[in-house]
């Protein structure tokens, strides 16, 4: 039969299901927080380029005007 060796040492080996419920917890939790990071980051990157776009417009007719004499 199993002995109370044997369960004292499964319990340094393995995880308990209360333990592994925690740490699923725990991670979660931190995978979440990343989502929204990356919204967020999303969103500065979406605004960032409208706004990068809308001075690179102008600047590239100038640099064909120029460069083309057009």
């Known amino acids: ?3 109370q060796d044997d369960i004292a040492r ?3 080996r ?3 299901k209360d333990d ?5 917890t ?8 990343i989502h929204e990071d ?8 979406g605004t960032l380029i409208g706004i990068l776009t ?4 102008p600047v ?3 640099a064909v005007k120029y460069l083309f004499g057009v």
């Open 38 to 45: 990356i919204a967020v980051v999303k969103q500065k990157l």
């Open 60 to 62: 590239v007719a100038i």
């Open 10 to 12: 499964l319990d340094e």
């Open 26 to 33: 725990e991670t979660d939790k931190r995978i979440d927080s």
């Open 20 to 24: 592994c419920v925690d740490m699923r």
């Open 54 to 57: 809308t001075i690179a417009v």
């Open 1 to 3: 039969m199993i002995e």
């Open 14 to 16: 393995y995880v308990k």
